[in-house]
T-cell receptor, first 112, second 112 residues
Framework: QKEVEQDPGPLSVPEGAIVSLNCTYS??????FMWYRQYSRKGPELLMYTYSSGNKEDGRFTAQVDKSSKYISLFIRDSQPSDSATYLCAMTYNTNAGKSTFGDGTTLTVKP | EAQVTQNPRYLITVTGKKLTVTCSQNMNHEYMSWYRQDPGLGLRQIYY???????DKGDVPEGYKVSRKEKRNFPLILESPSPNQTSLYFC???????????FGDGTRLSIL
């Protein structure tokens, strides 16, 4: 069983829709949580970073972490065609162990 | 401009011919890491380094070597490449463990 499971998608929504992307994890040692966006033929780029349960907002993006349920989400409001990309959740431990674990990614298409 | 630079971007080679993929970052980051990305398998960590001369295995280290002689460089070495190492490879760096990572634009390797 994978340590991190990400809703597989693909997801196709109309412009302006609210998008919800989700990951669950099994290891409670994960303490840092990130969402990355990856456009075709490019490396992932950081969207959101958090280390505590609760919500963190940045413009149209909201990251939600629920450590008790081992569940993280990324919400995109007023989605735009430029949001079309693959979204990856990622987690790391709060120790000297340097391993990072990524979800498999969810591909989102926002149609004009 | 802050960046992670990988070379080459594309390489087609044959089984058994040693190759090195270079990675350099200009942000004075302590932590560097290599990943491979395969369809349906997501982003998997190969090796990481928490500082100069400190490296450790990720989830899929077999068939790969790394070294960290200088803070800015973290080359990935395939001593005897095989077709199952055909993949898209990403180098990444971060200020320290648990911090968001900056990714290069990837190296697409094809081993025939």
């Amino acid at each position: 069983q994978k340590e991190v499971e990400q809703d597989p998608g693909p997801l196709s929504v109309p412009e302006g829709a609210i998008v919800s992307l989700n990951c669950t994890y099994s290891n409670s040692a994960f303490q840092y949580f990130m969402w990355y966006r990856q456009y075709s033929r490019k490396g992932p780029e950081l969207l959101m970073y958090t280390y505590s349960s609760g919500n963190k907002e940045d413009g149209r993006f909201t990251a939600q972490v629920d450590k008790s349920s081992k569940y993280i989400s990324l919400f995109i409001r007023d989605s735009q065609p430029s949001d079309s990309a693959t979204y990856l959740c990622a987690m790391t431990y709060n120790t000297n162990a340097g391993k990072s674990t990524f979800g498999d990614g969810t591909t989102l298409t926002v149609k004009p | 401009e802050a960046q992670v630079t990988q070379n080459p971007r594309y390489l087609i080679t044959v089984t058994g011919k040693k190759l090195t993929v270079t990675c350099s970052q200009n942000m004075n980051h302590e932590y560097m890491s290599w990943y491979r990305q395969d369809p349906g398998l997501g982003l998997r960590q190969i090796y990481y380094s928490m500082n100069v001369e400190v490296t450790d295995k990720g989830d899929v280290p077999e068939g790969y070597k790394v070294s960290r002689k200088e803070k800015r460089n973290f080359p990935l070495i395939l001593e005897s490449p095989s077709p199952n190492q055909t993949s898209l490879y990403f180098c990444a760096s971060s200020l320290s463990i648990g911090q968001p990572q900056h990714f290069g634009d990837g190296t697409r390797l094809s081993i025939l």
